[in-house]
């Protein structure tokens, strides 16, 4: 079996065969690894990776699992996946175009309305997470042409908060 | 004795009064509010009023409606925590006319001291050293730059008003003192309706040096040593410890005089701090007073081994302190790390969620003060504390020790925590050689990435995860999984 893990902007191959009912013999990076590990409860596994004991913590997430080891909280994600995923988005846009927010908030305000135009940069939506205040900003010029949220609702990443038309771009502004 | 008492917080600070307030048989009044219906203050008091929408004005800060509902219960007292309504003089004073008792000062106290310009008049007739600059509010820039330069740059100009870090600006120079002071009083203006400003010396390498008080109603205050809270994030702070390695005998017992004169200046009664700031050569000035509980203070529980909980409800029933000064000793070291839902990579931004998986350290000389439990939906609308890892050993080496210990044996799956963050802090070499200053953070730690040393054994753990399986061995394993049952924490039985 083999896997491609992603931590950080690390991808590094895993390749790894079945020893027994709770083994593994597995290779990364030119190491080898003799793995014996028996699974403590939905979110604990306890392995013996070349004779050394480790207790792992795991959680799924939407990210991939949280692991966390001896103090330290890792994002491992699978990169096979994450490809899957991207080519199901097409086009595999990396920009940050959705205003969306980054963790659960409250909307404080919302400075715009449907069918005003705004500019790059310019806040549309202002929430609140936990005491702070945290304001999202147009990602480029356009035209405001929905509003999902009000003031005072509870809001999720994921959700898009206000929709934007990109205006289309003038290829040469200063025409003679 | 009161027979109930109504708790006017949440989190784990509801929590810890719970927890004083069985042991002295007295009946628990909590209040929530709509998405707290499952938290732990609610679960585990006798009495529960819902108080409606989470916003917190409609809420937590809700005087009438945590009025009333002490009235319905028949709660003789109200305890504030910390936060909230806690150094409220207008709530204190309707508790007052209510015939409820507040446990904290009297509201005329509270006002007097969380008013910044009062409180060093106060302290300053008190004989209590303040830090150099303005006694007296002057909104006229030109007298303000004069006085800056009487006392020299860089100052500190402050908002009377409030806290929490608004309203503040540090001026390096003459050119900007003007710019600045309109600035910091628009702010002030903005944040508490009051715009008055005075002028401080500003102290770069300064310590966060406070003292934890008790007042009785009957005239006697002591001291209970001091807490050292110079580690801090955005003015929050993040962890404290006692006894301060920059104290000796000579300089804790000034400071721990001018700490009562300064709660007997101001007709203090119940538990209190007053905060200090040391420099480099060792001067100390007058901060500011704290009327309530703080974060911090189990660190000054753990080495005096007095409940400062059960104190302040002695003190709010009118008994006199049964403690003596000379009766408060120091033993050993305590360390407190607050554990917040927030992402130390990212600024310390807001972290909330569910709780997948918890595992509270244990162990010897560890206390875990928590608001929280596994499967809790930690809410957005309120501070981000989840809990307060304490622990105390015979030393700051040994509680050092103890505290990396039990932040790596503290699991908390589902929402991220400056865990990491808090044991590289602890490793680091200027916290262990106690060089530790109020600009620690942004001196060593900014723009923090944890040291990722164990990738191939996460990687491995991820295999294995999907390997092994789910659910195996979930009888024994899910104990403190998912949902709290009365059969977790039920002992020995027999039919």
């Known amino acids: ?96 175009t959705e205003i969306t927010p980054a963790t659960p908030s409250v909307v404080i305000a919302i400075p715009v309305e449907i069918g005003q135009a705004v500019k790059k940069g310019q806040v549309v939506i202002i929430l ?48 003679s | ?28 009044v909590s209040v ?17 009023v819902c108080l409606g ?75 209590v050293p303040v830090i150099p600059g303005m006694t007296e509010s002057n909104p006229d820039p030109d007298f303000i730059a004069q006085e800056a330069e009487k006392i020299g740059y860089p100052v500190l100009i402050k908002a009377s008003a409030g806290g929490g ?32 400003i005075y002028l401080e010396k500003f102290f770069d390498t300064a310590k966060h040096i406070e003292f934890q008080i008790l007042a009785d109603q009957h005239g006697k205050t002591i001291h209970l040593m001091e807490r050292e809270c110079s580690i801090q994030r955005r003015h929050q702070k993040i962890i404290e410890e006692s006894p301060s390695g920059a104290l000796d005998d000579d300089l804790r017992a ?45 660190v000054t529980e753990m080495i005096t081994g007095v409940d400062l909980v059960r104190q302040q409800l002695e003190i709010a029933a009118g008994n006199p302190l049964a403690l003596n000064q000379e009766d408060i000793q120091i033993r050993g070291h305590a360390i407190e790390c607050r554990v917040y839902a927030e992402d130390p990579e990212n600024g310390f931004f807001p972290s909330p969620g569910v709780i997948e998986f918890m595992r509270e350290p244990k162990g010897p000389g560890i206390r875990n003060d928590c608001g ?50 808090l044991i590289e802090v602890l490793q680091s070499e200027p916290y262990t050689s106690g060089e530790v200053y109020t600009d620690f953070i942004e001196t060593h730690f900014t723009d923090w990435k944890p040291k990722l040393d164990e990738l191939a054994l996460a990687r491995i753990a991820y295999i294995v995860d999907d390997l092994a399986g789910g659910k195996k061995n979930s009888n024994f394993a899910s104990a403190e999984s998912k949902e709290i049952s009365p059969f977790q924490t039920l002992g020995n039985w027999r039919l």
Not at chain 2, 109 to 121: C, E, F, P, S, Y
């Open chain 1, 1 to 96: 079996m083999e896997y491609r893990l992603k931590i950080g902007e690390d991808t590094v191959p895993v390749e790894f065969e079945t020893k027994d009912e709770n083994g593994i013999n597995l290779s990364m990076e030119e190491n080898e690894y003799d793995i014996n590990y028996s699974r403590i409860s939905d979110n604990q596994i306890h392995l013996s990776v070349n004779g050394q004991r480790v207790n792992a913590y795991v959680a799924k997430t939407e990210q991939g699992k949280t692991i966390f080891i001896n103090g330290v909280s890792y994002l491992v994600q699978d990169a096979d996946d994450l490809e899957r995923k991207r080519s199901k988005r097409k086009g595999g846009q990396d920009m940050p």
């Open chain 1, 128 to 175: 609140s997470a936990m005491k702070m205040e945290i304001s999202l900003n147009s990602p480029y010029d356009g035209t405001i042409t929905a509003i999902n949220a009000a003031e005072g609702d509870n809001v999720s990443p994921g959700v898009m908060l206000v929709e934007i038309e990109e205006a289309p771009k003038e290829n040469d502004p200063k025409e």
């Open chain 2, 1 to 28: 004795m009161f027979k109930k008492i109504l708790i006017a917080n949440r989190g784990e600070i509801a929590r810890r009064v719970i927890t004083t307030c069985r042991e002295m048989g007295i009946a628990v």
């Open chain 2, 32 to 48: 929530y509010s709509d998405v707290d219906e499952k938290a732990i203050h609610v679960l585990e008091a006798d009495e529960a």
């Open chain 2, 53 to 127: 929408d989470a916003e917190p004005a409609q809420s937590y800060l809700n005087m009438d409606k945590i009025i009333q509902a002490a009235k319905e219960t028949g709660a003789e007292a109200i305890h504030p925590g910390y936060g909230f309504l806690a150094e409220n003089a207008d709530f204190a004073a309707r508790c007052e006319q209510e015939g409820i008792k507040f446990i904290g000062p009297s509201s005329q106290v509270i006002k007097d001291l969380g008013d910044k310009i009062t409180a060093r008049q106060i302290m300053t007739k008190g004989g």
């Open chain 2, 165 to 196: 870090g608004k309203g503040i600006r540090i001026v390096e120079s003459a050119e900007t003192i003007k710019e600045s002071c309109q600035a910091a009083s628009r702010e002030a203006m903005t944040a508490f309706g009051d715009g008055t």
């Open chain 2, 254 to 298: 000034k400071m721990g005089e001018a700490a009562v004169a300064a709660a007997k200046a101001s007709g203090y009664q119940n538990a209190g701090t007053v905060e200090f700031l040391l420099d480099k050569d060792k001067n100390f000035y007058f901060l500011e007073v704290n009327t309530r509980l703080q974060v911090e203070h189990p």
């Open chain 2, 372 to 421: 929280v439990y596994s499967g809790f939906e930690v809410p957005v609308n309120y501070d981000p504390i989840l809990s307060k890892l304490i622990v105390h050993a015979e030393n700051r080496e040994a509680s050092t020790l103890r505290m990396i210990k039990a932040l790596k044996d503290y699991i908390i799956l589902g929402i991220k925590t400056p865990i990491s963050f």
